[in-house]
């Protein structure tokens, strides 16, 4: 009876319910990578062991011009952080991609701006993308300058879209000079038909001569012809015009009154 009762004992100590003392906990490996491998970086490490059942979060930080797109891999979707329970060896990647930007070009005057793309990443404008801008004056005007986002005169000039742009490139019309002269005695008003401020490209002039007394307008020469009066020209380039008098010519007749006579050079009838 003893020995029996001793060993209901020993049994009944063998059969409880506590922790092994010698069993240990299990451990998995969570490893991250980046795409691209500059973009940005996670924390914690992107490579850790962990103990079974613990709670971790994954924050993907993106470097300066990226975003942060989402995760692929053993977990997906795109919440950051990523809430996550360490369960078995987890192979994640955090995806980041260029921050995009708008290129917005305007123009003052009449012309155009053509964008020429130097160096991208990628595709698009995206961040860090070096563009030449190209501006072409439309016929009679002339580049000017740049205003907005980008300053100066050079032409074609460089800019790098690091974020949300806005460029104008300025144009005026050319100014052209318009040179008068007289040939004789005389002068030439101007008159201005259609200008808006100088001698501008496609301005209208209006050449009206003016004889001085004893003398006639006969004709137009150099970027004018005709012997129209007044006469319009348009200022499309330098212009040189010449406006020709000559004096007046009057017929003698002379008449007697009485005895006599007037003699008279046979070769000459007309005079000025």
Not at 200 to 205: G, K, R
Not at 221 to 231: E, V, Y
């Amino acid at each position: 009876i003893i020995t029996l009762l001793i060993i209901s004992l020993i049994s009944c100590g063998n059969s409880g319910t506590g922790p092994d003392p010698n069993e240990q906990t299990a451990t998995y490996t969570v490893s991250v990578d980046m795409t691209p491998s500059d973009a940005g970086t996670v924390s914690p490490s992107t490579e850790d062991s962990y103990e079974e059942g613990k709670d971790i979060q994954l924050l993907a930080n993106a470097a300066d011009g990226y975003i942060f797109t989402g995760w692929t891999g053993d977990m997906e979707g795109e919440v950051n952080p990523l809430p996550l329970t360490v369960s078995q060896d987890f192979n994640l990647t955090a995806n980041f991609e260029l921050k995009n930007y708008d290129l917005t070009t305007a123009v003052e005057g009449e012309g155009a701006v053509q964008e020429n793309v130097l160096e991208q990443k990628s595709t698009e404008f995206e961040h860090g993308t070096a563009v030449e801008l190209i501006a072409t004056p439309a016929k009679g005007y002339t580049f000017v300058e740049w205003k907005g986002n980008l300053e100066g005169s050079d032409n074609p000039a460089q800019m790098t879209v690091n974020d949300a742009k806005e460029v104008t490139a300025v144009f005026e019309k050319k100014s052209y000079e318009l040179a008068v002269t007289t040939q004789g005695s005389g002068a030439i008003s101007e008159q201005v038909v259609s200008k808006a401020k100088g001698y501008e490209y496609d301005d209208v002039v209006e050449l009206m001569p003016g004889a001085a007394e004893g003398w006639q307008f006969v004709e137009w020469s150099g970027d004018l012809s005709g012997s129209d009066a007044p006469a319009q020209i348009t200022v499309d380039t330098t212009k040189a015009v010449t406006a020709v008098f000559e004096r007046k010519t009057f017929t003698l007749d002379p008449d007697v009154q009485g005895q006599g006579s007037i003699g008279k050079n046979p070769d000459k009838s007309e005079y000025t």
